[in-house]
């Protein structure tokens, strides 16, 4: 059974894109803990992070890292913060999360809830910074 960001990757469920190539996708987190939310996955459908082979491994961080720079230059933010957690979605992702204090990057905190024109503005943002 495909997960939820194989659907995304497919098309079958809509995302707000930021960017893409033909390995790895990164779109705005559905339920953000801060805005400018941002997920970064491979396009091959793996479980763990760490099960990814090196090479995979690396280009993802560093296909993070350039989405990281563009959500730094688009959303006000002291740093953004990079967490990997795994548990909610069976599929290897990177949060990127835009941090003012450490408590930005609290997952048990209310999530935001955001408009879709919320989500358009800030994903052209983004995707233009």
Known sequence: MSSIFTKIINGEIPSYKIMEDEKYLAFLDAMPVAEGHTLVIPKKEVDLIFDLDAEDFKELFA??????????????????????????????????????????????????????EEYKEIQQKIVNA
């Open 63 to 116: 296909f993070a890292q350039k989405v990281a720079k563009k959500v730094g230059a688009a959303i006000p933010c002291k740093r953004v913060g990079v967490a990997v957690v795994g548990l909610e979605v069976p599929h290897a992702h990177i949060h990127l999360i835009p941090l003012q204090t450490l408590h930005d990057i609290d997952f048990s905190r209310e999530r935001l809830k955001l408009s879709p």
